[in-house]
């Protein structure tokens, strides 16, 4: 009597999926097997049940390869969330089974040109550290994570700098910037207090990191900080008479999602510097009333208001100094974010001081970074799907027909599923993401 077969072993890289109706490159999934005294290209791999097939069918699992490791996709029919079973088989006919829980967002807009970043879903401020990767920044953590650029997925690996720098909670990064082609790369808090106007101290850092390497192999480490620039915007614009609102605008109490408000979104070096850099603001427009201008404001000194003591917590002296508000034509929209590439193109990403689900309207704009020259009015961003409109990954060269660039969507308030639950205050990580399309901008 030949003995009974011992059962296979089957997991999963992650018990939790998300994918898309429509979308043309969904994140997958690994599946590990093996099976005592078998040789793991003969197990069989397949699903064999779903809790729902309106959402996707045993039949929409496909399962690639023949070894030790299969990669499992699947296509989503609608909306909603379904457990999908997956069974291996093996000698003997001996199986077990393993159940990947799956998500699915409703129809892709733009869908050949969509991807879907997942592991966060509050994208605030994107970086391109070359060989087609990002670093994406998330408000709600302070966590920044790599991503392959043309992939949807998770991070291929992250870094939290809130112990490394002191803070309790979310810094609420909202802006990066490069220094030129330095390995100095300065990341700021929007200095805003909470929704409901609670003072969040932590929120007025900016810090820099020093990028070490590129694409899949790039490190990040901690090279400085600043805790004052919140504070010494405050009192240059009392010093000034406070034409600016900027006291008014950060008293507690007060929100900072208001036309004169205090929240800043976009952060990048003016034309040929590595030491001075504007500030953008998502509020205040400036005068604070419909049909403002955006502001800028240029900061000297970034690069000297960092020191390694910094690092350890303590504040090193000298204060930022700064130059004359640079105000833009955007609409009567404000900046939420702002990115120049080697040759002084910038792009600004324009939104409403309000918005935050992507029902407002949003629009593209071109500008030569110099003080008094206006800003030119690209494309609408279409409106009305998941998120709001919020990095810019890289600025292509404006001057070449068909340039295209990648944006991110702040997706945070997004209920991808249908559920009724906002996307970061899923449970899952794997649920939860960031919408990234890449647009052509130029004819």
Not at 67 to 92: K, M, N, P
Not at 106 to 130: I, M
Not at 310 to 333: I, N
Request: hydrophobic letters at 40%; proline letters at 5%.
């Amino acid at each position: 009597m030949t003995p009974p077969s011992a059962a296979p072993v089957v997991s999963l890289s992650a018990d939790h999926l998300s994918g898309a109706v429509g979308a043309v490159a969904d994140p997958t999934v690994r599946v590990l097997v093996s099976q005592a005294g078998a040789d793991p290209a003969d197990l069989s791999v397949v699903a064999v049940a779903s809790s729902d097939t309106r959402i996707a069918g045993a039949g929409d699992v496909t399962v690639r390869g023949r070894g030790a490791e299969r990669e499992v996709s699947v296509r989503a029919r609608g909306r909603g969330l379904c457990d999908l079973t997956l069974r291996v088989t093996g000698l003997g006919a001996a199986a077990a089974t393993t159940v990947l829980h799956y998500a699915a967002s409703g129809p892709v807009q733009h869908a050949a040109d969509t991807r879907y970043l997942t592991g966060a879903s509050d994208a605030s401020a994107a970086l391109d550290v070359g060989g087609g990767h990002l670093v994406l920044a998330d408000d709600e953590s302070n966590t920044l994570r790599l991503y392959a650029r043309g992939a949807s997925g998770g991070p291929l690996r992250s870094w939290d700098f809130g112990a490394r720098l002191g803070v309790r909670k979310e810094i609420d990064i909202e802006g990066v910037a490069r220094a030129g082609d330095t390995d100095a790369v300065y990341w700021l808090g929007s200095m805003s207090h909470s929704a409901d106007g609670e003072p969040r101290p932590d929120r007025s850092l900016l810090f820099r990191t020093e990028v070490r390497g590129a694409g899949a192999a790039v490190e990040l480490v901690p090279a400085g900080s600043y805790r004052g620039l919140r504070a010494d915007l405050i009192a240059w614009d009392e010093s000034r008479g406070g034409e600016l609102g900027f006291a008014a605008g950060a008293a507690e109490g007060r929100g900072p999602k208001r036309i004169d408000g205090f929240n800043a979104e976009g952060f990048e070096f003016a034309p040929g510097s590595t030491s001075v850099a504007y500030v953008g603001f998502r509020a205040p427009l400036v005068p604070a009333k419909t049909g403002g201008g955006a502001l800028l404001v240029p900061v000297l000194n970034v690069d000297e208001l960092m020191t390694e003591r910094t690092v350890r917590g303590e504040q090193a002296g000298g204060r930022a100094e700064f130059g004359e508000p640079v105000l833009l034509d955007l609409d009567g929209l404000s900046i939420r974010d702002l990115r120049r590439n080697s040759s002084d193109q910038y792009l600004i990403v324009a939104g409403s001081w309000a918005d935050d689900d992507g029902s407002e309207p949003y629009a593209l704009y071109a500008w030569d970074g110099r003080a008094g020259h206006g800003a030119a009015r690209l494309m609408d961003l279409p409106a009305g799907g998941p998120g709001g409109w919020e990095c810019v990954v890289d600025v292509p060269d404006l001057e070449v027909p068909g340039a295209r660039v990648q944006l991110i969507a702040d997706c945070g308030s997004a209920d991808w599923y249908g559920t009724g639950v906002a996307a970061k205050d899923l449970r899952q990580p794997e649920w939860k993401k960031a919408r990234a399309v890449t647009f052509t901008v130029t004819e």
